[in-house]
C-alpha cells in the first residue's frame, strides 16, 4: 500500500519569505511517480510537477523548486519569495502503476497563507 | 492540451434524492477518467476510475455509482443522497500512467 505524509497542516509566512512544504512517501513498487498540486481558494487543482522515481534532479521553475531524494522518501516544495496569489492548498500524491489506470494517493495538503 | 468540463459548480440537495454529475473531457481521445471526493479536512479520495467507454472501477463501496456512456463522458450518480455524501467532487483524466493526472474544477455538493 502506498502513504504520502504531509506534516505540516498549517504554515502561514510574511510575503516574500522562502517556504518549504514536506513530503514523505512510503510505496513498495520500485517505478513511481510523485506530483505536487496546487489548490487555490476556488477549488481546482493545479497541476505543478511530476517527476519519476528514476530521477533524483532537482528542478526549479520561477520561483519553484522541489527537491527529490529516495534515500528519505521525500520530495519537498520550496516556493522562493513568497507571493499572496501563493496562497493555497498543497497537495504532495503519489502514483504507481496499476495497469493502464493511475492508483494516485495523495498527501492530507498543507495549507500554505502568505500574508501580505 | 486537455479541457475537463464539470458541471455543476455548486449543488444543494435533499437527503433521498438522486444525484447526476456529469464531466466531459475535451483535447484528447481515450483518457482515463476518474471520479475523486475531497471531504472537508482535505483528504482526497478515489471513487472511481475507467480506462474505457463502459469500464468503471470502484474503490469504495457506497451508494454512488459512476458510467461512462461515451469516450469522454464521465457521470456521477445516485440514487438516494445521504448526508454523508456532501463534499467537493472532482472529474480527473490522464493518458495514461505516463501522464499528469488534470482536475476539472469540481461540484460543491452540500446534501440537506
Known amino acids: 500500500a502506498q502513504k504520502v505524509t504531509q506534516a505540516q497542516t498549517e504554515i502561514s509566512v510574511v510575503e516574500k519569505e522562502d517556504v518549504t512544504l514536506d513530503c514523505v512517501y512510503e510505496?513498495?513498487?520500485?517505478?513511481?511517480?510523485l506530483f505536487w498540486y496546487k489548490q487555490p481558494p476556488s477549488g481546482e487543482l493545479v497541476f505543478l510537477i511530476r517527476?519519476?522515481?528514476?530521477?533524483?534532479q532537482n528542478e526549479i521553475s520561477g520561483r519553484y523548486s522541489w527537491n527529490f531524494q529516495k534515500s528519505t522518501s521525500s520530495f519537498n516544495f520550496t516556493i522562493t519569495a513568497s507571493q499572496v496569489v501563493d496562497s493555497a492548498v498543497y497537495f504532495c500524491a503519489l502514483s504507481v502503476h496499476t495497469g493502464s489506470a493511475r492508483q494516485l494517493t495523495f498527501g492530507s495538503g498543507t495549507q500554505l497563507t502568505v500574508l501580505p | 492540451s486537455q479541457t475537463i468540463h464539470q458541471w455543476p459548480a455548486t449543488l444543494v440537495q435533499p437527503v433521498g434524492s438522486p444525484l447526476s454529475l456529469e464531466c466531459t473531457v475535451e483535447?484528447?481521445?481515450?483518457?482515463?477518467l476518474y471520479w475523486y471526493r475531497q471531504a472537508a479536512g482535505r483528504g482526497l479520495q478515489l471513487l472511481f476510475y475507467?480506462?474505457?467507454?463502459?469500464?468503471i472501477s470502484s474503490e469504495v463501496p457506497q451508494n454512488l455509482s459512476a458510467s461512462r456512456p461515451q469516450d469522454r463522458q464521465f457521470i456521477l450518480s445516485s440514487k438516494k443522497l445521504l448526508l454523508s455524501d456532501s463534499g467537493f467532487y472532482l472529474c480527473a483524466s490522464d493518458r495514461g500512467t505516463d501522464s499528469p493526472l488534470h482536475f476539472g474544477n469540481g461540484t460543491r455538493l452540500t446534501v440537506t
Open positions: 510505496t513498495r513498487d520500485t517505478t513511481y511517480y
Open positions: 517527476r519519476n522515481s528514476f530521477d533524483e
Open positions: 475507467s480506462v474505457g467507454i463502459g469500464q
Open positions: 483535447g484528447t481521445s481515450n483518457p482515463n
